[in-house]
């Protein structure tokens, strides 16, 4: 019988550099699941891997309180993923809903987040921002679209972050 995979763990923030080559990957790869999931063309999606970690999709979606306004799903490594209003630049912006606990939900659980976005309406519970070792998150990334661990690279297991362990 082939070994479980577990899930990775989140860990504390790690500093290296090295990292960011390997999580622009994985980024890549689970933002195009996410869109799958979702409906978003490529063209409607955009990430950045800089001293902050970050994606935006385009949502073809309205909400009858804001008419003309599109939504948008946006993620980032502190908060997750979140539904707002497409605002202007100048404008405050305007929160419909925050995904849960998990920086790096399942891209069908993105979907569900974002299908179930127009019945919540704006204030949306805040998320404690965390941040996240680098390394550790693209390894997530990487177990969410399938393609973690490598063939060559045996499963890393950490304890997961609710669980008490260190």
Known sequence: ????????????????????????R???????AVAVAVGVPADGTTFEVTDTITAYLALNQQVPEHPGRDLMLVWDE???WSVSVETD?????VLLT???????????????????????RAGAPAVAPRRLDRAALAERMEWRVGAWPPPDRPLRTFPLADSGGA
Do not use: C, I, K, W
Request: glycine share 8%; net charge negative; aromatic share 2%.
């Open 26 to 32: 994985a980024l890549r790869e689970y933002v195009r």
């Open 98 to 120: 925050r995904g849960g606990d998990d920086p790096v939900p399942h891209p069908e659980a993105v979907a569900r987040l974002v299908a179930g976005s127009a019945a919540r």
């Open 1 to 24: 019988m082939p070994a479980q995979r577990e899930e990775p763990a989140t860990r504390p923030v790690d500093p290296n550099p090295d990292h960011t080559q390997a999580l622009t």
């Open 89 to 93: 630049p100048g404008e405050s912006p």
């Open 78 to 80: 502190r908060q997750g």
